[in-house]
């Protein structure tokens, strides 16, 4: 459990670097747009990347000539307490729930969004990696803004 806070803490503090290190070779990073959305490729998804495209992403945030960062995003996770929902000792992988609640702001804008963030984490080599992290937004059917930051 203290890896999701240490996982949104990494992003709160723009440690992309090291958030990447997080996640699997294999991992996907994904936020379905339809409620109950089984997969990435049954139904258009609001993304859904796999560990190359969070590194694009994550080096055009920190390009200085990123037009959309000229003037920093900066974020904040507020989380409840995440609660293990599925627990595979023999394949080493655990599924686990945190809602929460994220702010971004950038010069005099801010905006809320909420919801729950599904992590499956495996061990490998003896470091938990995160194999699918899955973001379900509250009103993800709503127009939403242009979220800068991770989730």
């Known amino acids: 459990m203290r890896f999701v806070y240490r996982e949104a803490r990494l992003i709160d503090e723009k440690r992309l670097d090291e958030w990447y290190e997080l996640f699997a070779e294999d991992a996907l990073y994904w936020m379905p747009l339809v409620r109950g959305q089984p997969d990435p490729h049954s139904h ?25 960062q ?6 904040q996770h507020v989380l409840q307490r995440p609660e ?13 729930r945190t809602p929460f609640v994220y702010l971004e702001s950038r010069l005099d804008e ?9 992590h499956t984490l495996r061990r490998e080599d003896g470091q938990i ?8 937004l509250l009103n993800r059917d709503a127009a939403l803004p242009s979220i800068q930051l991770f989730l």
């Open 110 to 118: 801010q905006f809320t969004l909420g919801g729950v963030a599904h």
């Open 70 to 75: 000229q003037q920093p995003s900066f974020c």
């Open 129 to 136: 990696r995160i194999a699918v992290k899955r973001i379900e």
């Open 84 to 96: 293990t929902v599925r627990s595979d000792d023999e394949a080493q992988e655990y599924e686990l």
């Open 44 to 68: 258009t998804s609001l993304f859904c990347e796999d560990k190359f495209l969070l590194k694009v992403r994550i080096e055009r945030l920190k390009n200085p000539l990123s037009h959309s």
